[in-house]
């Protein structure tokens, strides 16, 4: 059975909702998803990085992140077929372990929990899938990386792109 | 550069002799590491297992452990010539993850936090090695395994075995 890792922050958990929102309501500004294509929000408010960081310090940041549209169900019918893990980057943020895997336990209480994986470099997970927005990871990870769509790498070329969950499920089941 | 995944519990982190204090202070009893010789604790006294799982589920249960001796030394010089990773199965005491993090960043300061993972199932890991003191791990991991030696797994056969530090040092620095 083929393996799939799949990220969170910005691939199942909506992280620049809750970000915007945040941000926002500190800075009394009306920032939006749009003026993100391409940047993220450190980059386009460099000013303010460290009360960014400061937001993503407080546990509480990750534990009512809305679940990505389709996310759930694509996911459900993907782990029948696949051998699904969760592989996030969690170590910047030690304190965003405990919140991040109650939020997997909430929203998607099918998978195995002895499929999370919270690490920081990428190229340790073994797997023949890594569906990720981040490409950082990508050059040392030895499966297939498909970047999945999030404003800050819509500029991103060299990759095959995955742009939502319903794509994903085409991508992966189709084929079944 | 070869990749060495390493094991916590057991392995750099002396578990065992938490639990037999915290153990013997609780039930008034005098129980050595001798007794557990092929066996876990809950094994040896199975009707007490309920209180030994409530003492790994209190977070301060892992701030304290004790370094398994020349573990220091050893993989600080391992960290110069392999990519080290630190690969805990967490999954099962979710509780421990920030407990961990912590005792990590204090004894071994020298290695990189995004080199550590907490995971469960360690058929993930992408390594050459895996240093482990639990056999469970082995079948699914497709670099070479080392079995770590432990009380438990004292009449385990069929793996490379590790005794200690020391002899991790031989075994991947006489060669270099």
Redesign the interface.
Known sequence: ME?I?IDMDEVIADYIAKQLLLYNKTFHENVKVEDLTGQKLRHYRPEHKEKLIEFLKDPSFFTDLDVMPDSQEVIRELNRHYDV?I?TA??EY??S??AK??WLKEHFPFL??????????K?????DYLIDDNVKHFPDF?GTPLLFTAPHNMHVTGYTRINNWKEARSFFLDKK
């Open positions: 393996r890792a893990y592989t969690a170590m030690p304190t372990f405990t895997y109650n195995d929990d002895q499929k999370f994986v919270f690490c920081g470099n190229g340790i997970i073994h797997a030895t």
